[in-house]
């Protein structure tokens, strides 16, 4: 992330084909917490846990903001569990909003992806793109999720001169091409 008078979470993608989900439905019976910490998906008590969540009852603080910054509500069930496939975008939008001091403020920051405009899957249709608009439409504020691809930053930066390494990179590594 960067800090500065605004705050900006940034997440880079490259070839993934979608962002990250919430690993507690994922849980198998195999792992040494999944007694305690599996979900079946939904935001609704389970397992004889007094919170929704299984990160809430670990301590794990999410649904304390996300109220204030989507228009989901952490008092009642939830089915399906709206953190459950926009869980890193979310995680993401909480980085550049929530202060250390536990305070919203939504007025200054965002969450910024950057990814590949030839990944299908981010593409309409595709799961990242989804993802992105399921975030999106829960925000209260759709400013603070931005996007922006690697070919349109790529063609940016080509321009300075002091970047050229960077340009070179993209497009050997990863096939990215500032033109």
């Not at 040494?32 to 670990?58: K, P, V």
Request: hydrophobic content about 30%; some cysteine.
């Amino acid at each position: 992330w960067f800090e500065g008078k605004r705050r900006v979470a940034v997440e880079c993608k490259l070839t993934e084909p979608e962002f990250g989900q919430c690993s507690r439905p994922n849980l198998t019976p195999k792992a040494s917490n999944y007694h305690r910490a599996h979900c079946d998906g939904t935001y609704t008590l389970q397992r004889d846990r007094q919170t929704r969540c299984s990160l809430t009852e670990i301590g794990v603080g999410y649904w304390k903001y996300v109220p204030k910054l989507f228009g989901w509500p952490s008092d009642v069930d939830l089915k399906p569990c709206p953190l459950r496939d926009t869980y890193q975008l979310t995680r993401n939008i909480l980085a550049a909003c929530v202060r250390p001091d536990g305070t919203v403020d939504d007025s200054d920051g965002h969450a910024l992806v950057i990814y590949d405009g030839r990944n299908p899957a981010y593409r309409p249709g595709g799961d990242a793109e989804r993802q992105w608009a399921s975030t999106v439409e829960g925000l209260r504020d759709e400013r603070l999720l931005r996007r922006c691809s690697w070919q349109r930053l790529a063609r940016h930066i080509a321009r300075d001169s002091t970047m050229v390494w960077l340009v070179h990179g993209l497009a050997v590594k990863y096939g990215i091409l500032a033109n």
